[in-house]
């Protein structure tokens, strides 16, 4: 079996948020989420037999590596305030805790602590009846590295895209 290609994988972000602070334009966003990040490692499948290669190709196989984590972003958070729809951009500093991984001795050796920097966009509708509707698009860069030795270095990036209620 070997790689042949690493790509995206889908996974779940949810969470409560909390802003302090708030003026008029301005507040401090902090959040607590409980996120899936991954990769899926296509391989090509092999098996054993008796020819001159020693094996034969079973073809392409998704293998989807999903790890789990509990995530502490603060961020600044300025708005162009308005009636019903107010948009928004968030910045700040996001602790991560990793808490799920693929069983693997590799993986044991993962760092569980991380630090990132996050940056958000997004829209908050209010049609006077209702709780307000927020929309937002973030990504997520390590600052620290994730696992690391003299071959590899590992680290995460993500992108989320969010809906929330707040009442």
């Given at each position: 079996?070997?790689?042949?290609?690493?790509?995206?994988?889908?996974?779940?972000?949810?969470?409560?948020?909390?802003?302090?602070?708030?003026?008029?334009?301005?507040?401090?966003?902090?959040?607590?989420?409980?996120?899936q990040k991954g990769r899926t490692v296509t391989v090509i499948a092999t098996?054993?037999?008796?020819?001159?290669?020693?094996?034969?190709?079973?073809?392409?196989?998704?293998?989807?590596?999903?790890?789990?984590?509990?995530?502490?972003?603060?961020?600044?958070?300025?708005?162009?305030?308005?009636?019903?729809?107010?948009?928004?951009?968030?910045?700040?500093?996001?602790?991560?805790?990793?808490?799920?991984?693929?069983?693997?001795?590799?993986?044991?050796?993962?760092?569980?602590?991380?630090?990132?920097?996050?940056?958000?966009?997004?829209?908050?509708?209010?049609?006077?009846?209702?709780?307000?509707?927020?929309?937002?698009?973030?990504?997520?860069?390590?600052?620290?590295?994730?696992?690391?030795?003299?071959?590899?270095?590992?680290?995460?990036?993500?992108?989320?895209?969010?809906f929330g209620v707040e009442f």
């Open positions: 079996m070997h790689a042949s290609g690493i790509g995206p994988i889908w996974g779940f972000d949810g969470g409560a948020f909390v802003e302090l602070f708030t003026f008029q334009n301005f507040s401090l966003l902090t959040e607590l989420h409980y996120i098996a054993a037999a008796d020819n001159p290669q020693g094996y034969i190709d079973l073809g392409p196989e998704e293998i989807k590596q999903r790890f789990e984590y509990i995530s502490i972003p603060v961020l600044a958070k300025l708005r162009i305030e308005n009636d019903m729809v107010t948009p928004y951009i968030a910045l700040g500093p996001r602790l991560e805790y990793l808490v799920a991984h693929p069983p693997s001795p590799v993986y044991d050796k993962f760092n569980k602590i991380e630090l990132a920097v996050t940056g958000a966009a997004g829209v908050e509708l209010y049609f006077g009846f209702t709780p307000k509707f927020l929309f937002e698009v973030n990504y997520s860069l390590d600052l620290t590295n994730s696992y690391k030795n003299e071959n590899v270095t590992v680290n995460n990036r993500s992108i989320s895209f969010l």
